[in-house]
C-alpha cells in the first residue's frame, strides 16, 4: 500500500538502545500556571498573559487569538470552538461556540449540486462562532477578579499580524497539498501566497488586514464581530462573493453555556462537550477500555481493546448526533454503567469486528491553560478542513470555515442541511477530574483521530502509569480516513514493535504502517495536569510546532 513500509525490523521498545520518546521532557513547574499550545507562540501568549495577572481564560483567549495568527491552516476568526472551563469546587462549564447554517443555506440554494462545495463561497456557509465564545468565556472568568484591558489579551496576535509570522513546516506542506483546489478561492492567493507562490517554511508572513480586524475588536469590543462595523463588513463580503450568509446571521448569533457530559471512572470523572460535538464518543471509548479490565499498555490487548472500543462508539455517534435541537437521545443516556457494560460484552479480546464507515475529516487545534489557583481550560478551535473554504474576506482578511460541508442535502439524512441547524462537530476538549485532587486538560486536532488519541494519552497516564510527555510522544494509530486518503484500515506509525503488528493483522485488523516515525496524521496533542499540592505538569506533542510554556 503506498506510504506503507515493511515491517521487519522495529524492535521492543523496551529493548531499543536509544527510544525517541525519551528526547521529550515533561515541563513541571510550581503554582504558577502553565499554556500548552501547537505553534510555541500561542503558548507563549497565553503565559505572558498568565504572568502579568490574568487568569486562565484570559490566558486561552490570548493564545487563541495568537493561534489564529500563526496557525492559519488550522484555524482562523471565521471558525468555530468549544471550551470546557474548570473551577475547583464547582461542577466544570461548556461553552458551545458553534455557529449555525445561514438562514439561506437550504437544498433550493444549492440546487444542481449533488452535495455541499467543499471550498469556496458556497463552502462557507455557517455562522463562525469561536469569536463569540471568547466573549462568553471572558464572562463567565470576569468574576474571578478584575479583568485585564481586551487590548492587552489580543497584543499578541496584533503584533503578530502586522510584524509577521515565520511559516510553519505544516502550513507550507498542506498548502502545498491542497494547492489547486484552495487557490480557486477567492481572497486564498492574497493572503498566503507570497509573489504568487507558496511561502516556505521559516519565512515571513505578515496579515495586514487580520491585524486591523483584531485592533477593531480590542477597541470596539468582541461583540463588533456580531453586531458591529466589522459584522457589517463581513456580511458585505460574504454576501458578494456567494456565500449565503447575510448581515441577520451575524446579528442572530450567540455561543451558549452548556452543561458537559460525563462518564464516571473508578479514579476519575471525565467531562467533554455534547452535541453536536463526538464528545460522547471519546467518553464512552475511555468507559468500555475500562471494563476490559486490561492490566498493561502498549501491548495487543491495549491497542486492539482501544480500537474495538472505538469502533462500538463510533456506531452509536453516527447512529445519534446531529443538531442539538434535532436530538431524540439524551447522550448521557449513552454513558450510564449498565449501557457501558452492555457495549463492552460486545467486545471481542481476541478479534477484531469488520469495520465499513463513514469518516469524517477535520482539521483543529487544542490547547489548554491552568492558572495558579488551579482554574483550568481545555479549549479547542477549527476551521474544519485545512484553511477551511479557503474564502478570505476582503477587507477585513478573516479566512472562514467550511464547516457546513457536513451537511447532507438528503432532507432525510440524519445531519440533514437546513437553515439554522448546526453542523456535525468533531472538535471535543476534554477533562478529567481524579479523586486525588488531581485535575487533567487534554486534547488533539485530527478529526476522526481525536476521540482515538484522546483514549491514547489517557489511558497511557491514567491507567498504565505512563509520564505524561512520553504518552504523548509514543507511537500512536489511528482508524480512519486521513487527509487526502479515502482507506479507513487502521494506520501505525513505524515505531510500533513489529511482533504487536504481526498479531493485530491476525486478530483481523487490516493494518496500514506508515513510513514515518512521528506523523501528524495522529493528530497534535497537549496536556496539563494540576496536582493538589500545586505541581504542575505540561506537555506537547513532538508532531507539531508547539510548545508548553509554564511560570
Keep these: 500500500m503506498a506510504g506503507a513500509q515493511p515491517h521487519n525490523d522495529r524492535k521492543d521498545p523496551a529493548t531499543t538502545d536509544f527510544h525517541p520518546d525519551a528526547a521529550f521532557n515533561t515541563q513541571r513547574s510550581y503554582g504558577g500556571g502553565s499554556c500548552v499550545a501547537p505553534h510555541h507562540l500561542a503558548a507563549s501568549a497565553g503565559r505572558d498573559i498568565l504572568k502579568q495577572g490574568g487568569n486562565a481564560i484570559e490566558a486561552m483567549v490570548a493564545a487563541a487569538s495568537a493561534i489564529a495568527v500563526s496557525y492559519p491552516h488550522m484555524n482562523a476568526l471565521g471558525g468555530d470552538g468549544f471550551w470546557l472551563i474548570s473551577e475547583p469546587g464547582k461542577a466544570p462549564v461548556a461553552i458551545d461556540a458553534c455557529g449555525g447554517a445561514a438562514g439561506l443555506a437550504s437544498t433550493d440554494f444549492y440546487a444542481g449540486e449533488s452535495s455541499i462545495p467543499e471550498r469556496g463561497p458556497k463552502a462557507a456557509l455557517t455562522m463562525a462562532g469561536t469569536v463569540s465564545g471568547w466573549q462568553k468565556a471572558l464572562d463567565i472568568g470576569a468574576a474571578w477578579g478584575t479583568p485585564l484591558p481586551l487590548g492587552t489579551l489580543l497584543g499578541d496576535a496584533i503584533r503578530y499580524a502586522e510584524q509577521g509570522i515565520a511559516v510553519s513546516r505544516s502550513q507550507e506542506a498542506l498548502a502545498r497539498k491542497h494547492f489547486d483546489r484552495l487557490s480557486q478561492s477567492p481572497g486564498f492567493s492574497d493572503a498566503f501566497l507570497m509573489d504568487g507562490k507558496i511561502p516556505r517554511e521559516g519565512q515571513r508572513l505578515r496579515q495586514p488586514r487580520l491585524a486591523s480586524t483584531l485592533r477593531r475588536l480590542a477597541e470596539a469590543g468582541l461583540d463588533d464581530f456580531y453586531r458591529g462595523e466589522l459584522a457589517r463588513s463581513m456580511a458585505d463580503d460574504l454576501e458578494a462573493l456567494g456565500s449565503p450568509l447575510r448581515l441577520q446571521d451575524f446579528h442572530d448569533y450567540q455561543a451558549q453555556i452548556v452543561t458537559p457530559l460525563e462518564v464516571e471512572l473508578g479514579d476519575a470523572t471525565l467531562y467533554n462537550l455534547p452535541a453536536p460535538t463526538q464528545g460522547m464518543a471519546s467518553l464512552m471509548i475511555l468507559g468500555l477500555y475500562e471494563r476490559l ?30 443538531d442539538p435541537g434535532r436530538m431524540t437521545t439524551d447522550l448521557q443516556t449513552l454513558l450510564t454503567p449498565e449501557r457501558l457494560d452492555r457495549e463492552a460484552a460486545m467486545i471481542d479480546s481476541r478479534k477484531a469486528i469488520a469495520w465499513p464507515y463513514r469518516p469524517e475529516p477535520g482539521d483543529t487545534i487544542w490547547m489548554g491553560t491552568v492558572g495558579s489557583e488551579g482554574r483550568s481550560v481545555s479549549f479547542i478551535q477549527s476551521l474544519y478542513w485545512e484553511f477551511g473554504s479557503g474564502v478570505v474576506l476582503p477587507e477585513s482578511g478573516v479566512l472562514w470555515q467550511n464547516r457546513g460541508v457536513s451537511f ?42 481525536q476521540p482515538q488519541t484522546q483514549a491514547a494519552i489517557f489511558s497511557r497516564y491514567a ?25 479507513t484500515n487502521l494506520k501505525l506509525e513505524s515505531r510500533v514493535y513489529t511482533p504487536l503488528v504481526t498479531e493485530l493483522e491476525k486478530a483481523g485488523h487490516d493494518v496500514e504502517v506508515l513510513s514515518e516515525t512521528f506523523t501528524d496524521t495522529m493528530g497534535h496533542v497537549g496536556a496539563i495536569v494540576h496536582h493538589p499540592d500545586g505541581l504542575i505538569e505540561s506537555a506537547h506533542d513532538p508532531r507539531s510546532d508547539g510548545g508548553a510554556a509554564s511560570l
Design 463 to 487: 491507567m498504565h502509569g505512563m509520564p505524561l510527555q512520553q504518552a504523548i510522544a509514543a507511537p500512536r494509530w489511528l482508524l480512519g480516513r486521513t487527509w487526502g486518503e479515502n482507506s
Design 293 to 322: 479490565n486490561i492490566d498493561s499498555g502498549e501491548g495487543f490487548a491495549h491497542l486492539h481493546g482501544l480500537v474495538e472500543a472505538t469502533k462500538r462508539a463510533f456506531m452509536l455517534r453516527d447512529q445519534y448526533i446531529t
Design 408 to 449: 447532507s442535502l438528503d432532507p432525510d439524512d440524519l445531519r440533514a442541511l437546513a437553515p439554522g441547524r448546526k453542523p456535525f462537530h468533531t472538535l471535543n476538549p476534554a477533562l478529567a477530574r481524579f479523586r486525588d485532587g488531581r485535575s487533567m486538560v487534554y486534547g488533539t486536532m485530527g478529526g476522526e483521530g
